[in-house]
């Protein structure tokens, strides 16, 4: 079942120097119970897409989007300020890389969730207290009763982390968009959350929307994975498909470029040449091609329709139809 | 690979603990003590590169600072070139700084605004003396060039470059003096994986060109695993295991290195060793082995006295009672 679909969605930000657009015309659904990637360099519009999809960035104001949301049934880009706040309140929760800095400072850990889970259900202080130790214990938050009483400051990364897991699921969200909620934490801290996310979604059989830069991240829980590029999705697939043989030039070049703890030291490392063009000067045709070593004229000149095959979209000049591969 | 291996910095039994200065322990009135660093030695051989890892913590930006004598060690000895850091003046401390350079991770915080980067990069020299004009330009568009960036950035400010590109500005800074030791801090920690392996590259040609020996910190395993010839592993404090690249990837010994390089996740499947819990706190270090309360094989002997880092394999040293 599709529980969520983004047609064309393009967010516009008006700023005082003008107007900027960091999602161009993006597409693709999330399965119910579906666990997929995003991934991207930083500034490649992953926030901002994520955030477009429950309309955050709206208290900011100046926002302008075109395209099509629709979210288990309900068109997300006319609902109502009080609609909205049930959407995300009840169906669609985030989290985010800096778990300190959005939890308050000033109440317990307890506290903050106890208030999370009344304004979802009326219950006593009580009843939501034994709750609220109860989503601790889930997130794997040792002695909840006691953590239940500490602040925020006086936990570590990882816990105050698991924390904001345990406030996003009071709700029992269909879906989790976590944008980098490892990328602050040690490895070995990274590993104990990521294995959280996947209990839980086989738990709850949430959907999560998982937001990183970190291609190793995606392999090991996502089922499939979108590759952004200056406010687009170049590239998307199952995960096994799109690190056995990916197809646009970007993804072959990023997943190249990951040092792995495997390769051959003497070799120089893949790069790609260049910087991320800023969203003021985007490149005319495909916006890969001022960096591509594949790029022609026609990459130059005209943007590259979205190919698909077999699950796999591409969206690039070198992809031949016919072959359903590369053209030589 | 090495031929020489003549130690050109030597690091003796270096410990550093801060004061903690919470508000709790202010009201307690007794003083308690960070290890940040504890009882570390190692040794770097000219022209290679020594990397160390470890968690966030583990005290790898302190024993920088503590090496290069930013902070006072509390205890231990840095010998560079016969001389022990530790003991020297500050003013015979400052004749030496031009030797050893430290680059941080973000470069941007400490190349000023004001000045572009022709400026910046000259700045070093001139305080060390070069007078000619022209030779310090010269040097600095040499440098330009080898870090990968062009004439016209000479004239340009720091704010119109990319974190990369600053990265490439100060690391041509730190190598403009020509320095005998680079002491890098997460150099490419901000970075894309994209512009990470640029500057990754960059780096390997420069110390391969200039000698250069390097002292190379990372969270990032793969990172530190690309470009150094041996690597210590810390944990809390103190060094856990030490060896040669391919030797300690082919078979780390420790406990903890193996659990860390199962965590790597580099696209690759394979088998994780979970850590059971936290990094414990350095206001209050384990007794024992510092790694015991995370370890899968400790015993009641890992809980009361501290296994020495001792020589196991030809060149691979092992903080651990059990590895034989
Ligand atoms: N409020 C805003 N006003 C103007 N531009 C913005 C605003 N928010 C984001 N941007 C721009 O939109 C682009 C995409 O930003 P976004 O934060 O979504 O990137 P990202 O992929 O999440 O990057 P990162 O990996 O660094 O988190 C960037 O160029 C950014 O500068
Ligand atoms: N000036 C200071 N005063 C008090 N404690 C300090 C000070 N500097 C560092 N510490 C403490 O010493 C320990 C080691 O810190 P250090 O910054 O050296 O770790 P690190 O390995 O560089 O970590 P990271 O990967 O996060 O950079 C930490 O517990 C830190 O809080
Ligand atoms: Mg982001
Ligand atoms: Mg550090």
Redesign the interface.
Known sequence: MTLLKVEQLHTHIHTNKGRVSPVRGVSFSIEKGEVTGVVGESGSGKSVMSQSLIRLLDREGNIEYNGQIHFDNKDVLALSEAELRKLRGNDISIIFQDALSSLNPLYTVGNQIVEAIRTHQSLSKKTARKQAIEFLRLTGIPSPETRFNSYPHELSGGMQQRVMIAMALVSKPKLLIADEPTTALDVTIQAQILDLIIQLNTEFEMSILFITHDLGVVREICSSVKVMYLGQIVEEGPTETIFNQPLHPYTKLLLASMPKLNSDRTEPLPAITGTVPSLSNIPKGCSFSTRCPYATDLCREQEPPMFSNDGQRVQCWLYDEEKGGWLD | MKEDHQPILEIRNLSKSFTASGTLEKLSGKTKYVRAVNNVSFQLNKGEVYGLVG??GSGKSTLARTILQLTKPSSGEVLYKNQDLTALKINEMRKLRKDLQLIFQDPFSSLNPRKTVGQILEEPLRIHGVKKAAIRQEKALALLEQVGLQTEHYFRYPHEF????RQRIGIARALIVDPEIAILDEPVSAL???????I??IL??LQKNLNLTMLFIA?D???V??ISDRIGVLYLGEMMEEAD?DSL?AEPLHPYTQ???S???????KE?I??K???PSPLAPPSGCVFHTRCPFATELCKEQKPKLREVRAGQRVACHFVK
């Open positions: 968690e966030s990319s974190g990369g590109q894309d994986v994209s512009i990470q392996s640029q990754l590259n390997k040609a969270h395993i793969s990172v695993r690309y690249t990837f659990a860390l390089f965590s790597v996740l580099d696209g690759s499947k994780r979970p850590l819990g936290e990094i």
